[in-house]
């Protein structure tokens, strides 16, 4: 299986920081790349997919960049209602795996 | 608006049968973009892909639990299924269905939207 390494496991940071969060797979993956935010008692949400898209009505400063092995979302401006768990998924290869996710909190 | 509603025990006992039902309400589950997953999430810890079955029926499992796991749709009901057979603490999670979007001419969008999730404990 494919192993995605994600890291920082967690983050602190403060509203108006650029953030940034990075997720690497053992093997290419392309571009099949999805990233998700769960907040806590809620189930994850899609922000990106193919590594760069943004999905529909996810803010702006929501990124996502990155191909083969290496990626990363970026949140330019943090924002009080962005504190909260990130996972990337790879749905290149099955079985699909995810990242063992970032926490970002406040600082 | 597509929406996912999990629903089934709450409580299992070693051993026995997790039954889950996922119906989908605002669109059909037979529509030839998409298909369907479940995923489950224990608590504190990541999600994790159990499955996926697409429109012909075919199926793919995460291989730790292939052995006891079938998911299975029911277009007259618009619902998807999911059993996994023996199981044991391991499995108490909040368990989610899925959909995978497969727009043509496109790649895929996975897993969006989610259900709310239910919680499954194992435990005698």
């Known amino acids: 299986a494919i192993q995605m390494t994600q890291f920082p496991s967690s983050l602190s940071a403060s509203v108006g920081d650029r953030v940034t969060i990075t997720c690497r797979a053992s093997?290419?993956?392309?571009?099949?790349l999805g990233w998700y935010q769960q907040e806590p008692g809620k189930a994850p949400k899609l922000l990106i997919y193919a590594a760069f898209r943004l999905q529909s009505g996810v803010p702006s400063r929501f990124s996502g960049s990155g191909s083969g092995t290496d990626f990363t979302l970026t949140i330019s401006t943090l924002q009080a209602e962005d504190f909260a768990t990130y996972y990337c998924l790879q749905y290149n290869t099955y079985p699909w795996t995810f990242g063992q996710g970032t926490k970002v909190e406040i600082k | 608006q597509l929406q996912l509603q999990e629903s089934g025990p709450g409580l299992v006992k070693p051993s026995e049968t997790l039954s889950l039902t996922c119906t989908v309400s605002?669109?059909?589950?037979?529509?030839?973009?998409?298909?369907w997953g479940w995923i489950r999430q224990p608590p504190g810890m990541a999600p994790e892909w159990i499955g996926n079955i697409y429109q012909d029926e075919s199926s793919y499992y995460t291989p730790s639990l292939e052995s006891r796991t079938t998911i299975s749709v029911d277009p007259s009901k618009n619902q998807i299924s999911l059993k996994m057979t023996s199981v044991t603490a391991a499995d108490t999670a909040v368990y989610f269905c899925?959909?995978?979007?497969?727009?043509?001419?496109?790649?895929?969008?996975?897993?969006?939207?989610w259900g709310q999730g239910t919680l499954v404990t194992v435990s005698s």
């Open positions: 093997q290419g993956i392309r571009s099949d």
């Open positions: 899925v959909r995978v979007l497969t727009p043509a001419g496109s790649g895929w969008i996975p897993f969006d939207p």
């Open positions: 605002g669109g059909s589950i037979s529509s030839s973009s998409y298909f």
